[in-house]
């Protein structure tokens, strides 16, 4: 393992993360939290330190899986959650204000709940889980990231930008009153290499890249044959003729790389940390098995500028979440 400073916190972090979307049940079916553990535990022994997870994944069941594990490893383990909108409504809407997403209070109730589910004294990076920019001069959530750090019970903020929009948060970031941000990543959506990652390696903000393996059709097992279980939210993600698209893209990176069967997670995750803004990558991942591949990643670095450079062509602009 490979380890980062994450922007101006002092945390030193590995250069992959644990995404714990997956592990929170409800819109990923088909997981099962023994192996769940299990696999967090391996990341662990791997020299995996860095977790994120979130209130609302699984209404705080990857919260207590990880707050599980993180208390039982004897390490320090960085926890990353963030609070959920309180409308419910992903991703952030235009128009709609503070008072509906991010009251001061409801903040300050959620961390209460998430340190409760992890039952750990203190979050080391509390995010929104969505950002408006509308919001930018409003008070309450800038007074309950000061309050929460005053406290002690968090210890750095930052905000997950709304999926494909890296440009709504620049000028936050210019606030100063963020810590990091997290952002959609990965060889189809290198958009953040525009203007986000050079303005976060000006500030010194830390960088969580998010979706590494786009919802798992860069890792090539998606097919157009594939299903998910019902409930499961790939079965709309992937919907319709979306499978097919995926599979000639994908396929085109292969033939274009010269990759093997197997061979494309490695180039995906990889692709994500040979960004130097990045600080973390965040792939989810359930099994042992997807564990151990990613987390041996970062002791090969970074991709060539060449496979970097080919890389370029495969960007693809959609929004498979709307
Ligand atoms: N709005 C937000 O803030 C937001 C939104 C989405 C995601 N996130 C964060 O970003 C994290 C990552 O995104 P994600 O989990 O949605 O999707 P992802 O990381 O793009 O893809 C996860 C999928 O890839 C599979 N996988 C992982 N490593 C593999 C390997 N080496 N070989 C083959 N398959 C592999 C996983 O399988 P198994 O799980 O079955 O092992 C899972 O099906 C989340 O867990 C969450 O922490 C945040």
Redesign the pocket.
Request: without cysteine.
């Given at each position: 393992m490979k380890y980062r400073k994450l922007g101006r916190t002092n945390y030193e972090v590995s250069e992959i993360?644990?995404?714990?979307?997956?592990?929170g049940g409800a819109l990923?079916q088909?997981?099962r939290d023994d192996e769940s553990l299990a696999?967090l535990r391996r990341a662990i022994e791997l020299g995996l330190n860095f977790?994120?997870?979130?209130l609302a994944?699984g209404d705080g069941h990857?919260e207590k899986l990880v707050g599980q594990v993180v208390r039982d490893s004897g390490r320090k383990i960085y926890v990353?959650t963030?609070v959920p909108p309180k409308n419910q409504l992903?991703?952030a809407q235009p128009g709609i204000g503070i008072d509906e997403v991010f009251p001061y209070d409801y903040i300050m109730a959620c961390t209460e709940r998430s340190l409760r589910n992890l039952r750990l004294e203190a979050i080391d990076l509390q995010?929104l889980?969505?950002w408006n920019p509308e919001w930018i001069g409003r008070d309450e959530w800038r007074r309950a990231f000061e309050d929460l750090q005053r406290s002690g019970k968090v210890k750095a903020v930052g905000v997950?930008?709304?999926?494909h929009q890296p440009d709504s948060a620049l000028e936050l970031i210019e606030t100063g009153l963020i810590d990091t941000v997290?952002v959609?990543y990965?060889i189809f959506d290198q958009s953040p290499g525009r203007n986000l990652f050079p303005l976060c390696q000006k500030r010194n903000i830390g960088v969580?890249a998010?979706?590494?393996?786009?919802?798992?059709?860069?890792?090539?097992?998606v097919t157009t044959a594939s299903t998910f279980p019902p409930g499961d939210f790939?079965n709309d993600y992937f919907r319709g003729d979306r499978k097919r698209q995926v599979v000639e893209r994908v396929n085109a990176i292969r033939e274009d790389l010269g990759l093997a069967d197997?061979e494309?997670?490695?180039a995906?995750?990889r692709f994500c940390f040979s960004h130097p803004a990045v600080s973390t990558v965040?792939?989810?991942?359930?099994?042992r098995?997807?564990?151990e591949?990613?987390c041996s990643l970062p002791d090969r670095g970074p991709l060539p500028p060449e496979t970097l450079a080919k890389l370029k062509h495969h960007a693809w602009d959609r929004n498979f979440y709307d």
């Open positions: 993360g644990y995404g714990a979307w997956g592990i990923w088909g997981g696999a977790i994120d997870t979130a994944y990857s990353a963030k992903w991703p995010q889980h969505v997950s930008i709304n999926d997290q959609i990965n969580l998010r979706v590494p393996l786009d919802e798992g059709s860069l890792t090539g097992r790939r197997g494309l997670p490695e995906a995750l965040i792939p989810g991942m359930r099994s098995r997807n564990v591949v990613n």
